[in-house]
């Protein structure tokens, strides 16, 4: 198996795979419940769990606040739509930051397979998207589900 999509610590809530919102903490979380630290150490994600992952956390992140680090581009602009007014102008906006921000996802084709918002899911100050890519190694698609809040 290639690993191509690699393999990094959990940072995010829920199942490997993960729906997500900017809401949302992001700690090493290191199981459900009490958890002995010195038997199970911290869980890891890979291959199309892992790049599930990395595409919540490039979207959460605002471009920029990475570049002391030497990362000036990585993240999106959806920060952006903080404030904005629910409409089609900021739905637009939205799609264009998720398509920007998957662009330079080097683990995803080109092509975005789907970004499909989740109109009946949305709270009134919230868009929720559901954004499928292909992986560049080949195999199923991998979706992620997000929420943000304007």
């Given amino acids: 198996m290639s690993d191509v999509l690699g393999t990094d610590l959990r940072v995010l809530l829920g199942p490997p795979g993960m729906a997500a919102h900017d809401a949302a903490y992001l700690d090493l979380r290191l199981g459900a419940g ?12 890979s291959d199309r769990h892992n790049l599930g ?21 990585y993240g999106s602009r959806l ?40 109109l009946p899911s949305e709270r009134p100050s919230e868009l929720r998207f559901l954004l499928t890519v292909q992986p560049v190694d080949g195999g199923a698609p ?4 997000l929420g943000v809040e304007l």
Wanted: charged share 30%; glycine share 6%.
């Fill in 34 to 45: 009490v958890v002995d630290r010195a038997a199970d150490g911290p869980q890891l994600v």
């Fill in 53 to 73: 992952q990395a595409l919540v956390l490039r979207l959460l992140t605002p471009r920029g606040t990475l570049a002391d680090l030497g990362h000036a581009e």
């Fill in 142 to 145: 991998v979706s992620v589900g």
């Fill in 79 to 118: 920060h952006e739509l903080i404030g904005e007014r629910k409409d089609e102008a900021s739905r637009a906006r939205c799609k264009a930051f998720v398509l920007e921000a998957v662009a330079a996802e080097p683990r995803v084709q080109d092509e975005v397979v789907e970004l499909a918002f989740d």
